[in-house]
DNA sequence: AACAAACACTTGTATATACAAATATAAAAA
DNA sequence: TTTTTATATTTGTATATACAAGTGTTTGTT
């Protein structure tokens, strides 16, 4: 559907007005689907982003700004997120002992068990909309974000 | 700058995924924007969608659910939305008469006045991502992003 | 007419987010 | 060493959002 019907516009856009709505409706759509997904576990996407990073870090621990600045969007709670990630016991939190003003957190192995059952999911949920570009489509469409955002 | 670099991303991307956080990540930084562009007129992106949809109207009163299926994202706080811009006096609010379950929100002169100020600082917001690709590859753009979606 | 179902909107509750201020620690400057 | 500045995180407050339940109105069925 095209996005001037997807909100059922009364007046014709310019096709600048078109990409940039269509850009948040899409996210939109995306966003919905993904927590879809995670509703059954119990976690917001946002809860999901920073698992990923924490196992990321493959063992090592992160402390809160390195997740705040690997998170997609920017969020000013990461202490509240990691609070409620820490009451599931997904991840442990402490003191640095080098430096005490930072924090150590690490995912745990009931983090990383959730994470590995909805891997399939999370791959098969970004597919869901890639699998209707051919590669070359979906290179250029990604190569097109890219110059549209810098 | 690349998706993997805005992330920080350890592990090189399936395009699929690359995808669907570009698009979040573009999203991201388009809402900031636009935020900093309200900013100034104490208004949030929810409530000026509603005001814009209200103009759509032209004079015809809207009610809740039309309101509702116009709006980008799905928001279930359509009543708290307009309460808010009844405040500012941006709109105003009455039973309608024929059906007395239905609402007529109308946007007032003082909504129109903001509006229109807005609006060249909306178009200019457009542009800012828009000027950086050429007129064939934002239709191209704006045709994946629609292919991708349905 | 009485009752049930559908509709349009509102409200309560829990959680999320944005922004600014507060706290605690560490590093640098006087 | 004391003071200042910078860094890292937390907390308070207001607002936003999601979801479910509640209220009042209209429509349809018996």
Redesign the interface.
Known sequence: ???EDE?????PL???????????????????NFNEVLKPYDISGEQYNVLRILR?Q?GNPANMCLIQ??????TSNTTRLVDKLLLKNFVTRNVCPENRRKIEVQITQKGLDVLKELDPKV?A???L??K??N?E??????Y???????
Chains 1, 2 share one sequence.
């Open positions: 559907m095209k996005i909100i059922k516009s009364t007046i310019d096709i600048s007005k078109k990409i940039t709505l269509n850009i948040l409706y899409t996210q939109n759509v995306i966003t919905d990321g493959k600045e690997r998170m997609l969007a920017r791959i949920h970004d597919q909309f890639s209707k570009l590669t489509e979906l290179e250029q469409l990604n097109l974000l890219e110059k549209y955002r810098n």
